[in-house]
T-cell receptor
Framework: GAVVSQHPSRVICKSGTSVKIECRSLDFQATTMFWYRQFPKQSLMLMATSNEGSKATYEQGVEKDKFLINHASLTLSTLTVTSAHPEDSSFYIC?????????????FGSGTRLTVV | GQQVMQIPQYQHVQEGEDFTTYCNSSTTLSNIQWYKQRPGGHPVFLIQLVKSGEVKKQKRLTFQFGEAKKNSSLHITATQTTDVGTYFCAGARSYNTDKLIFGTGTRLQVFP
């Protein structure tokens, strides 16, 4: 089945530093990947859609200069949280879908728990 | 914007009891998906419903898509402790859309 690998699984960083999170599709090509953010005991909020070879599409209210997304290849998308602050602490999850439609659903990475101190 | 609400927010049941979560969208959906997220884990795809009034079963789980394609439900018969987790519905406005909006989730706790 489709596997999405996400690294790191957990990161603690100091305020003002940047953190890069990687999301890889291991056994399939993903022209589109999605980045979500999840606060404790809450739902997943779509942050942006990452498109291979073009600019990411951000959801309303998400700062594109703060959350830099790069989708340089068909199997890798990265999310960089720039100048992180404690309020950026959250669970970040990426996902991709196998195929051109929603038949197989979305496959999620294992998530990255970011703590900014 | 599009909103997808789920009720109840939280439910705890005794093992063996049934459980149902309801999902309601503010807009008509092309399809709806259901995911399960275990505590500390990531969402795992369960099923997708596409047709109006569609009903699908997976062992003890029964999924329904409303006639108006704005609501859905997930029913678990005779819950087990392995059913513990948060169940999310997620809707898309078109079959090929890249955008999936998640419901608010229902957290299920099963006591042995």
């Amino acid at each position: 089945g489709a596997v999405v690998s996400q690294h790191p699984s957990r990161v603690i960083c100091k305020s003002g530093t940047s953190v890069k999170i990687e999301c890889r599709s291991l056994d399939f090509q993903a022209t589109t990947m999605f980045w979500y953010r999840q606060f404790p005991k809450q739902s997943l909020m779509l942050m942006a859609t990452s498109n291979e070879g073009s600019k990411a599409t951000y959801e309303q209210g998400v700062e594109k200069d703060k959350f830099l997304i790069n989708h340089a290849s068909l199997t890798l998308s990265t999310l960089t949280v720039t100048s992180a602050h404690p309020e950026d602490s959250s669970f970040y999850i990426c996902s991709a879908r196998l195929g051109d439609d929603n038949y197989y659903g979305y496959t999620f990475g294992s998530g990255t728990r970011l703590t900014v101190v | 914007g599009q909103q997808v609400m789920q009720i109840p927010q939280y439910q705890h049941v005794q093992e063996g009891e049934d459980f149902t979560t309801y999902c309601n969208s503010s807009t008509t959906l092309s399809n709806i998906q259901w995911y399960k997220q275990r505590p500390g884990g990531h969402p795992v795809f369960l099923i997708q419903l596409v047709k109006s009034g569609e009903v699908k079963k997976q062992k003890r789980l029964t999924f329904q898509f409303g006639e108006a394609k704005k609501n859905s439900s997930l029913h678990i018969t005779a819950t087990q402790t392995t059913d513990v987790g948060t169940y999310f519905c997620a809707g898309a406005r078109s079959y090929n859309t890249d955008k999936l909006i998640f419901g608010t989730g229902t957290r299920l706790q099963v006591f042995p």
